[in-house]
């Protein structure tokens, strides 16, 4: 039997300091596979950890396993630049998004673990005229979905980031589409307070477990085949991201998606100087400072599949090249690190969470290279659509779609889009 | 860094003077056709973690299209081929068989 989980308050970061720091517990219980849940979800991602943790808040589904080839949030959830937003054009975007950035709000008080949630703003450049026109529709759209952003100018640009060059030569700010209630979150413990909270309802966090099979039985899923044996589950949730298009290969279908490489490098860290979110998608290139003082810049994707988790290094140099345009100062910082992540692209960038093809089958992907702001969105409706079959947030998701010609067209709207 | 011979002017180019163009071999499925064919030729790829066969295009050399067999996994290239086929080469075909036993050239849709 497990002891049960102490919550997180001040009183217990006094208490601990007072004994040195022995009496804190492990975050989640270390588990072994048993030979039958409800549900399985196949990777312990941000969207697998919230679709558990969702099944068990909202539907009482707790006989779940989530299983994890690699450990918990080393994908692509702990390797994004943790842009937060929900300035969507189309409808069902806006629903889902505007659901996770409201989710992202009180998501500390809910799962009881700092998430460092920090609404500072987010500001996406108009740095051409089509940019302009296309970013003051989508303000127009935001104000019909009853999503808070606004359209604003050049010199309220410069107000809010005095360290930015709004005078080109080559990519002058002409204006920005300003969300304030977007920001960023730290995005491992978006990862690790799901799963502490998933973990005490009973659920069985499996990390080092590769599912290698998708086992059916008369045209049903039967269970998975993975490096920990085999475990037979009722439901099967693949929430795997870039290897969705592996993971239905083993299922017996294929997906509308391509992987490839996304790259993000941080500098040294220096003192605050800016305390918004800028995104500039005509030159494929975004830039916040963390709380430790790292300017975080992320770049577009490689043009070629692959899934080496390293992308080319030209386009970091391109992302760096103009984004030293509009932040001369960033010229004389050094950078750190740099890292790829493997993501996984839809024809219209928006995400696919639709029943599959096999029976009991449920697919959580496509998010590309925008998905850690809709994760409590994406768990909440995916686990109703696990749950139920159905679900209002979801429902225009589905694989469908493409067959229908039904697409919710985000790639022309949003350029890059994380 | 990806570096692809071009079968048409012999050229060793490094990616930053190539375009991607995506899978190849794809059969292409116009009026008339069923919707699910019509929705593979268009959005359905293999995506696969190994042997991908694609196209590229020379833009900033000759100019022309051609394909090329390349691990997704490793980023190793097996070879470079006219675009002017429906199959890749029986030699690439053998390169990839020599580094990959058991693998083989499936009807790709
Ligand atoms: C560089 C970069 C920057 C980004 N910036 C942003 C941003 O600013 N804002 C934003 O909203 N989004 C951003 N994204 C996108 C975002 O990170 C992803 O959309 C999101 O994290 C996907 O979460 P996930 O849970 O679906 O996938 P992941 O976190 O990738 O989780 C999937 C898990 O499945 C596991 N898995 C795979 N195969 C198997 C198997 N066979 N068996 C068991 N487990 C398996 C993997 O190991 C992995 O842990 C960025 C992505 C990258 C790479
Ligand atoms: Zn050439």
Known sequence: ?418 | MLILECPYCGVKAEETELTAGGEAHLKRYGPGSSDDEFEGYLFTRENPMGVHFERWRHSNGCGKWFHAARSTTTLEVFGTYSAQTTEPPQEIKDKISARHPGWSWRDQS
């Open chain 1, 1 to 418: 039997m497990q002891t049960p989980l102490k919550r997180y308050s001040a009183f217990a970061i006094a208490r601990e300091a007072l004994r040195d720091h022995t009496g804190w517990q492990r975050a989640w219980r270390k588990a072994q596979p048993k030979k039958r849940y409800d549900v399985v979800i196949v990777g312990a991602g941000g969207h697998g950890l919230a679709t558990a943790y969702y099944l068990g808040k909202n539907f009482g589904i707790t006989n779940i396993a989530i299983l994890e080839k690699g450990w918990l949030g080393g994908g692509n959830t702990g390797r994004n630049t943790t842009i937060i937003r929900s300035n969507y054009l189309q409808d069902p975007s806006a629903a889902i998004y505007e659901k996770a950035r409201s989710l992202y709000e009180t998501m500390s008080q809910d799962l009881n673990y700092n998430v460092m949630f920090s609404p500072r703003g987010v500001m996406m450049l108009a740095q051409t005229e089509h940019e302009v026109r296309g970013y003051q529709r989508t303000a127009h759209a935001n104000a019909l979905q009853g999503v808070a952003t606004e359209f604003i100018s050049a010199q309220r640009v410069k107000e809010l980031v005095p360290i930015m060059n709004i005078n080109g030569p080559r990519y002058p700010v002409l204006g920005a589409l300003w969300q304030p209630r977007g920001g960023s979150a730290r995005h491992d413990a978006v990862a690790w307070g799901y799963a502490r909270a998933c973990s005490a309802m009973g659920m069985d966090i499996i990390q080092k477990c590769e599912v290698t099979a998708v086992r059916q039985e008369g045209g049903k899923v039967k269970g998975v085949t993975t490096s920990k044996g085999d475990i037979d589950c009722e439901k099967l949730g693949l929430v795997v991201a870039g290897h969705s298009g592996a993971l239905a290969d083993m299922a017996g279908f294929r997906l509308p998606l391509e992987s490839v490489p996304l790259q993000a490098l941080v500098s040294e860290p220096i003192k605050p100087c800016m305390d918004v979110v800028v995104m500039a998608n005509t030159v494929h290139g975004y830039m916040s400072q963390s709380d430790k003082g790292e300017m975080v810049i992320g770049g577009g994707t490689d043009a070629f599949n692959s899934y080496t988790q390293r992308g080319s290094f030209h386009h970091l140099e391109e992302t760096v090249r103009a984004l030293v345009e509009t932040f001369p100062m960033i010229s004389r910082l050094k950078m750190l690190r740099h890292w790829g992540g493997i993501v996984d692209v839809t024809g219209d960038r928006s995400p696919i969470l639709s029943k599959a093809p096999l029976e009991g089958c449920f697919v959580n992907c496509g998010w590309g290279t925008g998905g850690f702001k809709a994760i409590p969105g994406s768990g909440w409706g995916f686990a109703e659509l696990m749950a139920r079959g159905q679900s209002p947030l979801t429902d225009e998701f589905g694989l469908n779609r493409f067959t229908e010609g039904r697409f919710i067209d985000e790639s022309v709207a949003a350029g890059v889009a994380h």
